[in-house]
């Protein structure tokens, strides 16, 4: 009788769907409330996203949803560094991401970033924060740099890939 060692481990990963906002019926948008939600408390989270949006129409007269799409390509980083113990150390290796993780990075840059701005209110800072981010010249596309600088410098450990 052969004894069959039982995996912790599997492989099979559940994503959960996420809909489409009811007001642009954008996944997008969708995901960024759900990022931006704090404590389940998701209509907050849905007022302050439509009123930042409702100012980028009215000060811009541009699309609120092509505007945001937008500011999630130019925020997004290329690639992601990932830590791997070799040897008794540790390196930094520099991975290229898809698409998914692309944006989710940068929805993460973009709230993190207005959380830091000094507003009084959230919708004022987001809408700040992502108005600058279209002109390339805001903390998320630093952020997104100091990314990239740190996976160039780390490009020796490339060959230590999982």
Do not use: W
Request: net charge positive; charged share 30%; glycine share 2%.
């Amino acid at each position: 009788m052969v004894l069959k060692k039982m995996s912790r481990k599997k492989n099979n990963f559940f994503n959960r769907k996420v809909f489409n906002d009811l007001k642009y019926n954008n996944y997008y948008i969708s995901k960024f409330i759900n990022i931006i939600m704090k404590s389940g408390k998701k209509s907050i989270a849905e007022k302050n996203i439509y009123k930042c949006l409702e100012m980028i129409r009215n000060k811009f007269d541009l699309c609120p949803i092509d505007f945001f799409k937008k500011t999630l390509i130019l925020t997004g980083p290329q690639i992601e560094i990932k830590k791997k113990k070799v040897g008794g150390s540790f390196y930094f290796i520099p991975l290229k991401i898809n698409k998914k993780r692309r944006i989710f990075h940068a929805m993460k840059f973009i709230k993190k970033n207005s959380i830091l701005r000094k507003e009084n209110k959230f919708y004022i800072s987001l809408f700040k924060e992502i108005v600058e981010t279209y002109n390339e010249n805001s903390n998320s596309i630093k952020m997104r740099d100091e990314i990239h600088k740190k996976a160039e410098l780390n490009r020796a450990f490339s060959h230590f890939i999982f």
